[in-house]
């Protein structure tokens, strides 16, 4: 499967942004988003099952970042409100082909990478 993930941009402190990421068909795996700042290792961000009925968050990002998925569209978005300069990072979408339900942080888990996109939250 492809994924192609898209909507980062350029935002202030306190902003907002969707991002999106478009799967080349129907999945039935787990899905991720993950970061990566400059300078620093890439990072889990959140997760969602194949139903959408389990999410996990990071603690960094919990009560302002949702995940949720379409799989109609086979599409999974990460919500991402009251940003601050720190969630700066390049952003990638992730598909863990071995799991419907477990969502795992650890991204060698994840099978499928889309390319990323960039997120830069100015202070």
């Known amino acids: 499967v492809q994924l192609q993930a898209f909507g980062g941009g350029l935002v202030q402190a306190g902003g907002f942004l969707r991002l999106s990421c478009e799967a080349s068909?129907?999945?039935?795996?787990?899905m991720g988003w993950f970061r990566q700042a400059p300078g620093k290792e890439r990072e889990f961000v959140a997760g969602?099952?194949?139903?959408?009925?389990?999410?996990y968050n990071v603690d960094s990002v919990k009560g302002r970042f949702t995940i949720s998925r379409d799989n109609v569209k086979n599409m999974v978005y990460l919500q991402m409100n009251s940003l601050k300069p720190e969630d700066t990072a390049v952003y990638y979408c992730?598909?863990?082909?071995?799991?419907?339900?477990?969502?795992?942080?650890?991204?060698?888990?994840?099978?499928?990478w889309g390319q990323g996109t960039q997120v830069t939250v100015s202070s």
């Open positions: 969602i099952s194949w139903s959408g009925a389990t999410t």
């Open positions: 068909r129907r999945t039935r795996h787990v």
């Open positions: 992730a598909a863990d082909s071995s799991s419907l339900v477990r969502v795992t942080t650890t991204q060698n888990d994840y099978d499928y």
